[in-house]
Nanobody, 123 residues
Framework: QVQLVESGGGLVQAGGSLRLSCAASGRTFSSYAMGWFRQAPGKEREFVATISWMYGNTYYADSVKGRFTISRDVTKNTVYLQMNSLKPEDTAVYYC????????????????WGQGTQVTVSS
């Protein structure tokens, strides 16, 4: 049973930084891709970033490119999302997701999800 547990959300002022963590368990994740998605109130869940567990290649949504960095620590089975230069429009619940196979940007391509962590950016 795959389990994904996010942490690290909170309240931050615009221009600030946060680092989200996603602790993964229940599988050997070497053949998996991990993703971060977010959902703001009244909006669809949208793609943020993805990383290949084995190769470390990454892909980002245009809205976060240059500000957010996704990474993984294979020894800790943990994926991170470093968020810098945060904007009020980054306010959302952030979800970690996992899929067997290569990196994807579509929500429906992911099989496993965490419970989410709230990020609020004040102006």
């Amino acid at each position: 049973q795959v389990q994904l547990v996010e942490s690290g959300g909170g309240l931050v002022q615009a221009g600030g930084s946060l680092r989200l963590s996603c602790a993964a368990s229940g599988r050997t994740f070497s053949s998996y891709a991990m993703g971060w998605f977010r959902q703001a109130p009244g909006k669809e869940r949208e793609f943020v970033a993805t990383i290949s567990w084995m190769y470390g290649n990454t892909y980002y949504a245009d809205s976060v490119k240059g500000r957010f960095t996704i990474s993984r620590d294979v020894t800790k089975n943990t994926v991170y999302l470093q968020m810098n230069s945060l904007k009020p429009e980054d306010t959302a619940v952030y979800y970690c997701a996992a899929r067997r196979g290569d990196t994807r940007t579509m929500r429906l391509d992911y099989d496993y999800w965490g419970q989410g962590t709230q990020v609020t950016v004040s102006s």
